[in-house]
């Protein structure tokens, strides 16, 4: 569960966080001599935008002897509770629909940039489209990918991936290094 600590921080004004989508960064860096004029640089109009805050709850029925263990039932909130909350709140960050109570999901904005994977076929790997996805943040944006978000069952088949020898691209699960 890593989805929300890779996300910025905003602004909390009521019941409403507020943050900056950027443009472009226009102008450059270059040298400069000594007194000379430095350039400018500026993010091209940045938009403000406002999403309302939602709320995630649950609760948990206890029963007379779940109180007569206390240990037990804070154990329980600050282990598993909290970690549902978590798998529920990454959930939503990714792909809430943003209509009623909840969030408008990373994968349902406009603008999100995507990459789609090649026919196999072509000979097209997940590892593949994962780097042309990299590459695409990189030319696109001119920041680097500094995490990277993969279903499951897509980090399987690349956990998977063997060689014509039957080696595991991404080293053994009981062994070393791939090619060791």
Avoid: C
């Amino acid at each position: 569960l890593v989805v929300a600590d890779l996300l910025s921080t905003g602004t909390i004004s009521g019941n409403a966080i507020s943050y900056f989508v950027e443009g472009a960064l226009e102008g450059a860096f270059t040298t400069v001599a000594e007194a000379g004029a430095k350039p400018q640089l500026h993010i091209a109009d940045p938009t403000a935008v406002t999403d309302a805050l939602k709320k995630i709850a649950g609760w948990i029925k206890i029963s007379d002897e779940m109180i007569e263990d206390l240990d037990f039932v804070v154990s329980e909130i600050n282990n598993r509770l909290l970690y549902e909350l978590a798998k529920f709140e990454e959930a939503q960050i990714l792909n809430g629909l943003g209509t009623g109570s909840t969030v408008l999901g990373i994968l349902n904005r406009s603008g999100v940039q995507v990459e789609a994977r090649g026919t196999l076929a072509s000979g097209d790997s997940a590892a593949d489209t994962i780097f042309r996805a990299i590459t695409k943040v990189t030319t696109g944006s001119g920041l680097d990918a500094d995490g990277l978000v993969i279903h499951p069952s897509d980090y399987q088949t690349l956990r998977l991936a063997k060689d014509a020898n039957g080696q595991y691209f991404g080293g053994g699960f009981f062994n070393g290094a791939y090619g060791v």
